[in-house]
């Protein structure tokens, strides 16, 4: 029964409450403004819900240490930070104990490490200034890399993919799933093709939960995520057209 708003005229979270078995899947989608990356971040406690409990294992977290929570708690978000240092410096940030063998392992999950072995410095590549020296897809397979080695036990996948292109979206997908098969998995996501694998699915509209069920039950419903779910496809057969158009040329 969570609440929030980040100022007072306007509330993002109205009522909230799902549950996440343990080692299962749950996604959440919804328009822009729905409310979903803010679930995020009260899980992580970069702000305290106005009302109502976000609990782990019967302890609400609001009565633990911020360094306790974020131990067991790991994130993919969006827009990927990176110091400018070295690969491996960027991926052992999550372990700091970590050695060069478990760094190259993480790194193999999460199928980058074949593209840092063919760069001239391999893993003492210097990425840039946020990682400025990198691919969209390469920034995101890093952090990927990192969450691996930090091995939590909660996995958050805020809007991983939803900046790339097809082609990278489904490499990264690939790594996401191995990961995700060993954790418990909140994936707030825009593309609903990277979560139809989902155990459960939210759908979010104005700081609301108005549908859940697995995707197919979802479309069944001909609500909001069948109406989402339509234009998506829509857009991805003009993107191919597109795609088949530009090769022809």
Do not use: C
């Amino acid at each position: 029964h969570v609440d929030f708003s980040y100022n007072d005229d306007r509330q993002i979270l109205a009522g909230i409450s799902f549950e996440i078995p343990p080692g299962k899947k749950v996604a959440v989608v919804g328009p822009s403004g729905a409310g979903k990356s803010t679930l995020a971040r009260l899980l992580f406690r970069f702000y305290e819900a106005d009302r109502g409990h976000i609990l782990i294992d019967q302890q609400d977290i609001s009565e633990v240490t911020q360094a306790s929570l974020r131990e067991n708690v790991g994130i993919v978000p969006q827009d990927t930070v990176l110091f400018n240092q070295s690969i491996y410096h960027n991926i052992q940030y999550a372990n700091r104990q970590a050695t060069m063998d478990d760094v190259i392992r993480a790194a193999k999950v999460a199928n980058i490490h074949d593209f840092i072995q063919s760069l001239p410095d391999g893993y003492d590549t210097i990425v840039g200034e946020r990682g400025l020296k990198l691919s969209g897809g390469e920034k995101q397979r890093i952090a990927i890399a990192r969450v691996i080695l930090k091995n939590p036990r909660i996995l958050v996948f805020d809007e991983a993919t939803s900046s790339l292109d097809s082609h990278s979206e489904q490499s990264i997908l690939a790594s996401l799933k191995q990961v995700a098969m060993r954790h418990t998995t909140l994936v707030i996501a825009h593309r609903l093709s990277t979560i139809i694998d989902s155990d459960n699915i939210l759908v979010m509209d104005q700081g609301r939960i108005i549908e859940q069920g697995n995707h197919q039950a979802l479309l069944a419903q001909s609500g909001l995520y069948a109406h989402l779910w339509e234009l998506q496809q829509e857009k991805r057969e003009h993107e191919l057209a597109l795609e088949t158009v530009a090769d022809s040329v």
